[in-house]
């Protein structure tokens, strides 16, 4: 079975409270929380207070997508909102061990994020590291976006590359019931699901399919 962290991206942000307490109901195993800058990326989301105020709803990890500019910048703000997971794309810094070591200091689960035109071997010399790794299924920056194919090889050679290595692999973007099981094989651990999950008539049964239980 592979783990589901819904993207809150696509939940109703004038009822985030309930939505991420349902997400807990519904039987998630994540809240993946996608921050977006208006620069590394081009949409604006949430920040730290939304972190902060979804913390009080839900007992779940909050697993933070930061795409932003210079991440070393927010990521104590974010740890001290309350996050969980941090993760960043090492395109947006060029702090990536820096950023790494602020997270794992604080006693928190790291990761670094590769969007479709990215390579493997931006991440070689942290696989020792991080705890796990997001391979982008679409470009980062909107939500409902349709599922890119060749995040598929990227996810198999990804596995090899960590394999005796403590990480999980997670995939973002497009995901839907149909194509779960086919990135399930591929090696991923973790998938992200932001419309597939709250655009469903009935997102627990969704979210039940999405994890192949």
Request: one cysteine or more; glycine letters at 8%; a negative charge.
């Amino acid at each position: 079975m592979i783990k589901v962290a819904p993207s809150i991206l696509s939940a109703d942000f004038a009822a985030m409270g309930q939505a991420v307490e349902n997400l807990e109901k519904w039987g998630a195993d994540y809240v993946h929380c996608d921050v977006m800058d208006g620069r590394f990326v081009p949409n604006i989301t949430f920040g730290m207070p939304m972190i902060k105020a979804i913390r009080k709803h839900t007992s779940l990890p909050l697993d933070v997508h930061l795409m932003i500019v210079n991440p070393e910048d927010y990521i104590e703000k974010f740890i001290d909102a309350g996050a969980d997971i941090i993760t960043f794309h090492p395109d947006s810094t060029n702090k990536t061990a820096e950023c790494l070591a602020t997270v794992k200091n604080a006693g928190l689960k790291c990761g670094l994020v590769l969007n479709p035109d990215k390579p493997l071997s931006m991440l070689t010399d942290y696989l020792d590291i991080v705890d796990e790794v997001i391979v982008m299924g679409v470009y980062a920056g909107f939500g409902g976006q349709k599922f890119l194919p060749q995040t598929l090889d990227k996810i198999s050679q990804l596995k090899k590359l960590a394999k005796g290595k403590n990480l999980l692999i997670e995939m973002d973007g497009g995901a839907t019931c149909e194509n779960a099981r086919s990135i399930e094989n591929a090696g991923a651990d973790i998938l992200v699901a932001g419309s597939a999950v709250f655009g469903a008539e009935n997102p627990a049964e969704a979210i039940r399919i999405l994890g192949g239980k």
